[in-house]
């Protein structure tokens, strides 16, 4: 099964573990959100959005490029996912899976249920140790069990 990985930036928590990701499997291509980005999206079965939660919200990279897929551009059969990293604070989760699954309903694109999450680090003295080793194994793991 041949799977993409959207991120929405080099660099970041999330870029970490998708990085790590597609560098440890060869079924995961992994594609940064650009402007001018094209990707050959009937090729996948499986297309895993990646994105950091601030304030409920996943990136805006992550939904300009949701916005900007054509259904007719993507196979009939391929599913999509959600990644997340955040702070573990309240249901933001909850909030970004709602916001990535309402923006592909209104293409007529379903949003698998199944999604993962790991704890990023943040600013300050939030969560400095993560992601860890432990992180990106767990999110490697359950990107080979799609």
């Known amino acids: 099964m041949k799977k993409l990985i959207v991120c929405p930036k080099e660099y970041g928590n999330t870029y970490k573990v998708c990085s790590y990701v597609s560098s440890n499997t060869d079924a995961a291509d992994l594609k940064v959100v650009t402007e001018k980005?094209?990707?050959?999206?009937?090729?996948y079965d499986a297309i895993i959005l990646?994105?950091?939660i601030h304030m409920n919200?996943?990136?805006?990279?992550?939904l300009t490029w949701m916005h900007s897929i054509e259904k007719d551009t993507i196979n009939s059969n391929t599913k999509f996912y959600l990644f997340l990293t955040w702070?573990?604070?309240g249901s933001s989760d909850k909030a970004a899976f709602n916001?990535?699954?309402n923006a592909l309903s209104e293409k007529g694109i379903k949003l698998e249920d199944n999604y993962m999450k790991c704890f990023g680090r943040g600013m300050g003295l939030i969560r400095l140790s993560h992601p860890n080793?432990?992180?990106?194994k767990k999110v490697l793991s359950w990107v080979n069990t799609l």
């Open 37 to 43: 980005a094209k990707y050959d999206l009937p090729h």
């Open 99 to 101: 916001e990535v699954k």
């Open 133 to 136: 080793e432990e992180d990106k």
């Open 87 to 89: 702070f573990g604070r």
């Open 50 to 52: 990646a994105s950091g």
């Open 57 to 62: 919200h996943v990136h805006k990279n992550i």
